[in-house]
């Protein structure tokens, strides 16, 4: 049914599917961009086949994940990165509190380790993605607020083998600033965004941990942001 300018959007559907923690953990174990068989998603959240069947039957009904054939599995994944950023953006918005909530030691590591670095969907977040965003807007990489390339940003990411008018000529949004529910501040996204975490992770600046979605600053990428942007990770 088309929906009517002026008309209310139903959200009633996307709520029941947020509802349940164990469906929230299956969206965040794939805010990566990762695909992952539903056996691998079980595990991770505690559940068994049965049920993590029927969990993710829910969130793909809501339109939250989307199911790839992988020869004889069927991977499962965000339906696409306005999923990613909208998760992100309600994140923002849980109380402090809430995100403090912690019942283990296990859950208390991987939060720490979710709010240091990350991949939001396709590019870089928590400390990570905002220290860097913040140096690139010092040096005049990008402009302030609106995030803009500016000349001497497409030299140096020219000189980093980022093909901007590559992702120019793309239809994605070059830049676009994206709401970091850690650090309650603004981390860089778009095809920019995605290009200098992929940089990050060809370089071997950063790499991915075994399970979640946090990543690890190697030595050498911590040599590297302190020698392009000036960027002191703790």
Do not use: K, N
């Amino acid at each position: 049914m088309t929906r009517t300018a002026g008309q209310p959007v139903d959200l009633s559907g996307l709520a029941r599917a947020l509802g349940a923690p164990a469906r929230l953990q299956v969206l965040g174990l794939l805010m990566d961009g990762s695909a992952r068989p539903a056996g691998e998603l079980a595990a991770a959240i505690g559940v068994g086949p049965s049920t993590a069947s029927e969990h993710l039957a829910v969130l793909v009904e809501a339109g939250l994940l989307l199911v790839r054939p992988s020869g004889r599995q069927r991977r499962y994944a965000l339906a696409g990165r306005d999923v990613a950023q909208a998760l992100e953006a309600l994140g923002r918005l849980a109380p402090d509190d809430a995100q403090r909530e912690v019942r283990s030691l296990r859950q208390s590591r991987e939060q720490r380790e979710l709010a240091g670095a990350r991949l939001c969907y396709d590019h870089l977040a928590g400390r990570l993605g905002v220290a860097l965003t913040d140096a690139l807007v010092a040096d005049r990489w990008l402009t302030g607020g609106d995030l803009r390339l500016t000349r001497l940003g497409r030299s140096g990411f020219g000189d980093l083998g980022v093909d901007v008018p590559a992702l120019e000529a793309a239809r994605r949004p070059l830049t676009r600033s994206c709401d970091d529910w850690t650090e309650r501040r603004p981390h860089l996204a778009g095809a920019l965004g995605a290009a200098l975490a992929t940089t990050a992770l060809d370089r071997g600046w950063v790499r991915r941990r075994a399970t979640g979605r946090g990543l690890d600053v190697t030595p050498a990428g911590h040599r590297a942001l302190v020698r392009t942007w000036s960027v002191a990770l703790d």
